[in-house]
């Protein structure tokens, strides 16, 4: 081979060298501009996700506030409405106290003890429609069959009559219902 082939052989090599490593360049320059672009994109959405974050944490903080400030307004509108919710019934049964304090003056006097009988059994029949009015029910018991769900059984007693027998022969304490829900159960005595 002649110095002038090598020359051209050399430049040919040379051309061929060159171009692949210019490419190889550009290459790398695109893959680090890509790169970077990337970065670039994921410092964004980074930063758009903590923006997201803060302003869900700060709607969660003023709804967590704002429940809070809701638990206590009805809590203490709540304790309000036991504290006065006996007012009303209160107030319904002054007129019978008043009735009571007449029949204690009137005893101090009295002769006629029929006159006296007479005006207890006004009081009494008052208080038990006022109590009737509010809902407040006498629970039956004498010579019904005994119930577990109204009834309580003191005792237990021979049955003086052979129908009597599972059933009450005597209420020691009457029971009351309160709106369908036992208040009082009755205190009785069963026949067996």
Known sequence: MTSKEKAETKQTKSKHTVKPEREKAHTERKHAHDQEH???KIKAALQESEEKNKELHDKYLR?????DNYRKRTLKEKAELIKTAGDELLIKILPVLDNFERALKALEGANDINALKEGVLII???FKDFIQQQGVKEI????EPFNIDVHEAVTTIPSPDEELKGKIVDV???GYILH???IRYAKVVVGE
């Open 140 to 143: 039956s018991a004498l010579h």
């Open 38 to 40: 990337e970065k670039e």
């Open 180 to 182: 369908d829900k036992v």
């Open 63 to 67: 709804l967590s506030a704002e429940f």
């Open 124 to 126: 009494y029949n008052h």
């Open 172 to 174: 020691i304490e009457k």
